[in-house]
């Protein structure tokens, strides 16, 4: 089955650095998502983003629909310990009963 | 409002032991998936449901069964566990509307 490509694997950072991954597929999606996950944890939808070059923020979080409709960005500003998780894209196709095809992940680590 | 519940939340099995895992939602959510997550893999979709009554096979399904028999509920069954199915499963719902995902909080699985 198909999965996204996720940017980067993990990333190790210092509170107050901007943050920003991405995720790329094959195929177009009709909506994009962003997720956390925390230990021990489900993830929490963060960002949904419904229509070609779309940029939606959240506090200190943006996200972006690509233009192409096959990729997502989402950067993450003057980070904090708290920002510590797996960040998960997940795209869904057009009439596919709701189904979220997720992205590998990326894990952020923040030292003070 | 308890959202999405996950029951057990841990559970050590020995290969070819049977089992339930039970999903539980109170949000009156039509869509009902269950997810495994592996390390490196993100989430892969198992089975899902668009409704009572109604079950659809997912990416992974092999191995698993499950049973939408109420709306609130989804259960997923492994029969004969395996090694190979040691992972993490997280049930989620939706109103299948567009919007993202309300995940439990996870059960973690070993089969010995």
């Known amino acids: 089955g198909q999965q996204l490509n996720q940017s980067p694997q993990s990333m190790f950072i210092q509170e107050g650095e901007d943050v920003s991954m991405n995720c790329t597929s094959s195929s177009i999606f009709n909506t994009w998502l962003w997720y956390k996950q925390d230990p021990g944890e489900g993830p929490v939808l963060l960002i949904a983003l419904y229509k070609a070059g779309e940029l939606t923020s959240n506090g200190r979080l943006t996200a972006q629909f690509g233009i192409t409709r096959k990729d997502s960005f989402l950067n993450i500003s003057a980070s904090i310990p708290s920002d510590v998780g797996i960040y998960f894209c997940?795209?869904?196709?057009?009439?596919?009963?709701?189904?979220?095809?997720f992205g590998t992940g990326t894990r952020l680590q923040v030292t003070l | 409002n308890a959202g999405v519940t996950q029951t057990p939340k841990f559970r050590v099995l020995k290969t070819g032991q049977s089992m339930t895992l039970l999903c539980a939602q109170d949000?009156?959510?039509?869509?009902m998936y269950w997810y495994r997550q592996d390390p490196g893999m993100g989430l892969r979709l198992i089975h899902y449901?668009?409704?009572?009554?109604?079950?659809a096979k997912g990416e992974v399904p092999d191995g698993y069964n499950v049973s939408r028999l109420k709306k609130q509920n989804f259960l997923l069954g492994l029969e004969s566990a395996a090694p190979s199915q040691t992972s993490v499963y997280f049930c989620?719902?939706?109103?299948?509307?567009?919007?993202?995902?309300?995940f439990g909080s996870g059960t973690r699985l070993t089969v010995v």
């Open positions: 989620a719902s939706s109103t299948g509307q567009g919007y993202g995902y309300t």
């Open positions: 997940a795209g869904r196709h057009t009439g596919t009963a709701s189904k979220l095809t």
């Open positions: 449901s668009v409704g009572e009554g109604t079950t």
């Open positions: 949000m009156n959510h039509e869509y």
